[in-house]
């Protein structure tokens, strides 16, 4: 089982629809989750970090923990062509320095 | 904001030199990281350090190494550049290990 795992996706999604994606961890002391976009040849930029159980809401992003089920999601309202992106889930390990990443989900927005 | 910057965006090299790669942050974090990443791989930690002069292999660290002597600069190093080192490299750098890691804007690296 790897330490965190994401659906790889292509997921496709309308544009003006919610795309959810998904990500489940193994580390039941991971504190700290975070969501990263990563356009295709740049590098990932942060989007989301939540610390605690339940929504984090910012613009158009939700972030969802819970903790008793080691999973963590991402919700964009409203997709746009441009959030046509990779997205990787980042959760902290708890005995040292390291994220541990999830090999992304790819989210393609239709118009 | 936090600035990560490396030193190249596209870099060529031939089998069997040495190569660098520099890396370099701006508010003053503890943490940084080389990565690479590789289609269908996702990022693999190659190294990372906590502290100047001090520094801990990652998941493949084979065929590198590092160097850590201020703060602000984390150096790359290819030993002996081979063709299946050829890669996205990242670099990024938190600061503290609970915390979120900001990236520079990359290296391709094409060996020859």
């Known amino acids: 089982q790897k330490e965190v795992e994401q659906n790889s996706g292509p997921l496709s999604v309308p544009e003006g629809a919610i795309a959810s994606l998904n990500c489940t961890y193994s580390?039941?002391?991971?504190?700290?989750f975070f969501w990263y976009r990563q356009y295709s040849g740049k590098s990932p930029e942060l989007i989301m970090s939540?610390?605690s159980n339940g929504d984090k809401e910012d613009g158009r992003f939700t972030a969802q923990l819970n903790k008793a089920s080691q999973y963590v999601s991402l919700l964009i309202r409203d997709s746009q062509p441009s959030d046509s992106a990779t997205y990787l889930c980042?959760?902290?390990?708890?005995?040292?320095?390291?994220?541990?990443w999830g090999a992304g989900t790819k989210l393609i927005i239709k118009p | 904001d936090v600035k990560v910057t490396q030193s190249s965006r596209y870099l060529v090299k031939r089998t069997g030199e040495k190569v660098f790669l520099e890396c370099v942050q701006d508010?003053?974090?503890?943490?940084m990281f080389w990565y690479r990443q590789d289609p269908g791989l996702g990022l693999r930690l190659i190294y990372f350090s906590y502290d100047v002069k001090m520094k801990e292999k990652g998941d493949i660290p084979e065929g590198y190494s590092v160097s850590r002597e201020k703060k602000e600069r984390f150096s790359l190093i290819l030993e002996s550049a081979s063709t299946n080192q050829t890669s996205m490299y990242l670099c990024?750098?938190?600061?503290?290990?609970?915390?979120?890691?900001?990236f520079g804007q990359g290296t391709r690296l094409t060996v020859v």
């Open positions: 990024a750098s938190s600061p503290t290990g609970n915390t979120e890691a900001f």
């Open positions: 939540i610390y």
């Open positions: 980042a959760v902290n390990k708890e005995s040292n320095y390291q994220l541990i």
């Open positions: 580390d039941r002391g991971s504190q700290s």
């Open positions: 508010m003053d974090h503890e943490n």
